[in-house]
């Protein structure tokens, strides 16, 4: 695993407005701090460098591991996971009260593989969503 200076993964950060890019759980909801993630893995000749990096939260890092493409519900092929530098969020997903359905194969694979809608990870969405709607 390659050292990822400190600049670049407050760069990392920063853009990302400190909230994982797959689930968009903000790093202040978590106890666990976000990690920065190789969208391609180094073990697939990604490059340790900002178009190929994003912020993760821990669970979906741990869950994508080093993983590229899911499978499409309807035909059983392979489709890329989304990927944060080259894709919107909003193609391929919508966020309803902390659970994140999917609008394109992309995001279905996605949500799947990296179990975005695990009961408690939705619940804790919906709850912080609550808060910031008091706040």
Not at 28 to 43: C, L, M, Q, S
Not at 83 to 106: C, K, N, V, Y
Request: proline share 5%; charged share 25%.
């Amino acid at each position: 695993m390659t050292y990822i200076p400190e600049a670049l993964r407050r760069q990392i950060a920063v853009r990302a407005n400190f909230h994982c890019e797959y689930c968009l759980t903000g790093q202040i909801n978590r106890t666990k701090p976000h990690e920065v993630d190789h969208i391609y893995a180094e073990k697939h000749g990604g490059a340790t460098v900002a178009e190929n990096l994003c912020l993760s939260c821990y669970y979906c890092n741990r869950y994508k591991g080093s993983d590229l493409c899911g499978l499409d519900p309807e035909t059983g092929e392979p489709v890329m996971l989304f990927h944060p530098r080259r894709q919107e969020w909003g193609t391929h997903f919508r966020m309803d009260a902390g659970r994140i359905t999917w609008l394109s194969p992309t995001g279905y694979a996605t949500i799947y593989l990296l179990q975005m809608n695990d009961p408690l990870r939705v619940i804790e969405r919906e709850l912080w969503s609550q808060l910031d709607d008091e706040l």
